[in-house]
Nanobody
């Protein structure tokens, strides 16, 4: 059974940084796309960043471009989201996602709160 567990969320002041981590356990296809999504209070879940299995393709939402960096370590089955220059509007629950072409997996999320 595939499980995704996020960590690294917390409270940070505007302008600060956080690094989110997502650990993947279980058997997955080597070809997969992983991403970070976020859901702010009262809003729909939205894509923040995605990365292909070989890290050759990455994509970011316009709202985080230039501030967030997604990366992955396939040997460790980890994906990361480095978040810099955080803004209050980045406050949300951040979810790790993995899509291997057969299934779409989600973690339970980690809360990021950015104070002004």
């Amino acid at each position: 059974q595939v499980q995704l567990v996020e960590s690294g969320g917390g409270l940070v002041q505007a302008g600060g940084s956080l690094r989110l981590s997502c650990a993947v356990s279980g058997s997955i296809f080597s070809f997969n796309v992983m991403g970070w999504y976020r859901q702010a209070p009262g809003k729909q879940r939205e894509l923040a960043a995605v990365i292909s299995s070989g890290s050759s393709l990455v994509s970011y939402a316009d709202s985080v471009k230039g501030r967030f960096t997604i990366s992955r370590d396939n040997a460790k089955k980890m994906v990361y989201l480095q978040m810099n220059s955080l803004k209050p509007e980045d406050t949300a629950v951040y979810y790790c996602n993995l899509n291997d072409g057969r299934m779409n997996y989600w973690g339970k999320g980690t809360l990021v709160t950015v104070s002004s």
